[in-house]
């Protein structure tokens, strides 16, 4: 095969004056013919990493739906043990989150020093505020015995007597236990995988709080904070659905405590 | 030879940039749907709608709406490459497969007629 026959070449000269930053350090990598190239690619690829995430959680999912389609009345009650209002809260943390670092995103394409460090600011706040708030629910499912495999008592009427008339509706209604159990394992798994992804999108943001503070994005370079912000956004997605699957399972009890 | 101001324009050309109050509208929609999500788990639509799972298709039906919110605008997805939309849609069209075969085994393992090993030697 010649050369002239592969349409796959590409005779295009790269630009002889690539793009800078301030500093002259050239934005635009060799191996790319010109920026918006690199900006595909680096997209692209952040994509490609989702899938892999959205598959990820994916699995997790698809466990819970068997599980929940086998055990329908375990799940309702377990979903009754943690509290609806918190989930509530926490999903509009996280929305408010994600429109902060959406507008941080915006700041840095205008290259707005000023505005991006305070809204990647507010959006560390606010995912520190998520992860504050899931702590608070999960130190109370510990002390309620809700926490299978470190504290499981909730059943147990020897660790707390007053649940006798919650462990005889149990018994009446043909539900196992463990099969609540089994809820609250994966209310544990999902909520804990989706929290290390908090820590891992919090620990992004503060990187790039620190690089924006030092005028490293607001010179053009300003792609980092954008796919960042896609991490982040799709944290944010995978909450979307976890709230109405573990909190709202059989609809919201009032008159119980919000917290 | 282009100065330095050109090559900047150059480097915010190459992408778009949303305005400020497209993110604001997809906010509100996305608090909007929230707190209607709460509201819709506080009725019980099996007895009203004579269906058993419609809390949970309501529910997951807001949820849908929010996630192509999030990732047609707040991810740009609306606004990126035909490939880079390819590659998010590809996510969910695994996650169906995932779902479709899972779901195709449990759901179906009592359509078969038990056959026991009695039946087959005829004892």
Same mark, same amino acid.
């Given at each position: 095969m010649t050369a002239e026959s592969n349409t796959l070449t590409v005779d295009k000269v790269p630009a002889s004056d690539p793009p800078s930053d301030s500093s002259g350090q050239h934005l635009l990598h060799h191996h790319f013919d010109d920026m918006a190239q690199q900006r595909e690619c680096n997209t692209l690829m952040m994509w490609a990493f989702l899938v892999t995430e959205i598959m990820m959680f994916g699995g997790l999912f698809c466990a819970y739906a068997v599980y929940r389609w086998s055990y329908p009345h375990a799940f309702a009650i377990g979903s009754h043990h943690i509290k609806w209002f918190m989930g509530s809260l926490n999903t509009g943390v996280l929305l408010v989150s994600s429109l902060t670092m959406a507008m941080a995103v915006h700041s840095a394409a205008l290259r $707005?020093?000023?505005? %991006?460090?305070?809204?990647?600011? %507010?959006t560390l706040v606010l995912g520190w505020a998520f992860i504050g708030i899931k702590g608070i629910e999960w130190t109370q499912d510990y002390h309620e015995g809700l926490m299978p495999g470190i504290a499981w008592n909730y059943y147990d009427t020897t660790v707390h007597p007053h649940h006798t008339e919650e462990v005889q509706k149990l018994a009446d209604a043909g539900v196992s236990p463990n099969a609540v159990k089994m809820f609250m394992v994966f209310y544990f798994f999902m909520t804990g995988l989706h929290g290390i992804h908090m820590i891992?999108?919090?620990? %992004?943001?503060?990187? @790039?709080?620190?690089?924006?503070?030092?005028?490293? #994005?607001t010179n053009g $370079?300003?792609?980092p904070v954008e796919i960042s912000g896609l991490y982040w956004h799709l944290i944010d *997605? *995978?909450? *979307? #659905? %976890? #709230?109405? @699957?573990l909190y709202l399972v059989s609809g919201i009890k009032l008159g119980g405590p919000l917290w | 030879m282009q100065t330095a101001h050109e090559s900047d324009l150059e480097v915010i050309e190459s992408h778009h940039i949303i305005p400020v109050g497209v993110y604001m509208k997809v906010f509100g929609a996305l608090m909007v749907l929230l707190v209607v999500t709460v509201l819709a788990a506080m009725e019980d639509f099996s007895v009203r709608l004579h269906w058993g799972p419609a809390n949970i298709v309501i529910a997951m039906a807001i949820a849908i709406v929010k996630a192509a919110l999030v990732i047609l605008f707040f991810m740009h997805v609306r606004y990126s490459s035909r490939l880079t939309q390819f590659f998010a849609a590809i996510a969910f069209l695994f996650l169906g497969v995932m779902f479709f075969f899972t779901f195709g085994d449990y759901m179906s393992r009592n359509w078969i007629p038990q056959v026991s090993a009695f039946n087959i030697t005829g004892r």
């Open positions: $707005n020093k000023k505005r %991006l460090v305070t809204y990647l600011a %507010l891992i999108g919090l620990t %992004l943001v503060t990187i @790039l709080l620190v690089m924006a503070s030092r005028g490293k #994005f $370079n300003d792609q *997605i *995978i909450w *979307i #659905f %976890l #709230f109405p @699957l | -």
